[in-house]
């Protein structure tokens, strides 16, 4: 009998696919396998026994989506935990943490509502009153464009600005796509310090409803 651990292959996967589209954690010089152990050592194991129980957990949607944040969120946590350790300007680093990094990371995913299928190509923009919210490192975008790839998920770190935002900023997260109509998500961040700073905020699945008419075939094809 052959047992399987479904976990792994999500962990190995969904790094692979951060490492591949965003941008900060591929220039980050991070080792792909030290994050892999980071996450596996900290997300109880699925155990299968057969092939049947693979397809099954394979085809469990909400099941992926649900794992899949998870580990986005600690893959974060490993990028921030693994370059803590491995500065060597400790008075230099926690000046940055104080003064920069003070809003946590907001992680989440856009699907279908009918079918919880990925919608690739979602313009997903951070707002501030309105405004496109200021990254904390520019090589970060915002507006952010989903992927197939990434499971639909999309990512930010907003720079935190004291005196425009006080201590729990208002945000507004939109959601537009040609063939959906358009949604928004409000949420509110607290301005973290210490151990916890930069720690990931998941969103809610965020569901899109296609406008009147479209054919939803394109959901399906291979790119």
Same mark, same amino acid.
């Given at each position: 009998?052959?047992?399987?651990?479904?976990?792994?292959?999500?962990?190995?996967?969904?790094?692979?696919?951060?490492?591949?589209?965003?941008?900060?954690?591929?220039?980050?010089?991070?080792?792909?396998?030290?994050?892999?152990?980071?996450?596996?050592?900290?997300?109880?194991?699925?155990?299968?026994?057969?092939?049947?129980?693979?397809?099954?957990?394979?085809?469990?949607?909400?099941?992926?989506?649900?794992?899949?944040?998870?580990?986005?969120?600690?893959?974060?946590?490993?990028?921030?935990?693994?370059?803590?350790?491995?500065?060597?300007?400790?008075?230099?680093r926690e000046s940055i943490v104080i003064d920069q /990094?003070?809003? =946590?990371? #907001?992680?989440? $995913?856009?699907? !279908?509502?009918?079918? *919880?299928?990925?919608?690739?190509?979602?313009?997903?923009s951070l707002l501030f009153k309105d405004k496109l919210?200021?990254?904390?490192?520019?090589?970060?975008?915002?507006?952010?464009?989903?992927?197939?790839?990434t499971m639909g998920y999309y990512h930010f770190w907003?720079?935190?600005?004291?005196?425009?935002?006080?201590?729990?900023?208002?945000?507004?997260?939109?959601?537009?796509?040609?063939?959906?109509?358009?949604?928004?998500?409000?949420?509110?961040?607290?301005?973290?310090?210490?151990?916890?700073?930069?720690?990931? /905020?998941?969103? =809610?699945? #965020?569901?899109? $409803?296609?406008? !009147?008419?479209?054919? *939803?075939?394109?959901?399906?094809?291979?790119?």
């Amino acid at each position: 009998m052959t047992i399987k651990n479904l976990m792994m292959d999500i962990v190995i996967n969904t790094v692979g696919e951060v490492m591949k589209n965003d941008r900060m954690v591929k220039d980050s010089g991070m080792n792909r396998e030290d994050i892999i152990a980071y996450v596996l050592n900290r997300v109880p194991p699925k155990y299968i026994t057969s092939e049947r129980g693979i397809l099954h957990g394979a085809l469990d949607v909400k099941y992926m989506i649900q794992q899949k944040m998870d580990v986005l969120a600690l893959i974060y946590e490993a990028v921030r935990e693994i370059n803590a350790r491995r500065s060597s300007n400790v008075i230099s680093r926690e000046s940055i943490v104080i003064d920069q /990094i003070s809003l =946590p990371h #907001i992680i989440g $995913t856009i699907l !279908e509502e009918t079918t *919880l299928s990925i919608i690739p190509d979602v313009e997903v923009s951070l707002l501030f009153k309105d405004k496109l919210a200021e990254m904390l490192y520019e090589e970060w975008e915002n507006p952010y464009q989903s992927h197939k790839a990434t499971m639909g998920y999309y990512h930010f770190w907003p720079k935190y600005n004291k005196k425009a935002m006080g201590a729990k900023p208002a945000f507004t997260i939109r959601f537009k796509h040609p063939k959906f109509q358009e949604r928004t998500h409000e949420i509110k961040l607290d301005a973290q310090e210490g151990e916890d700073l930069g720690k990931p /905020i998941i969103v =809610p699945i #965020i569901l899109l $409803t296609a406008r !009147e008419g479209v054919n *939803l075939d394109f959901l399906y094809e291979e790119k």
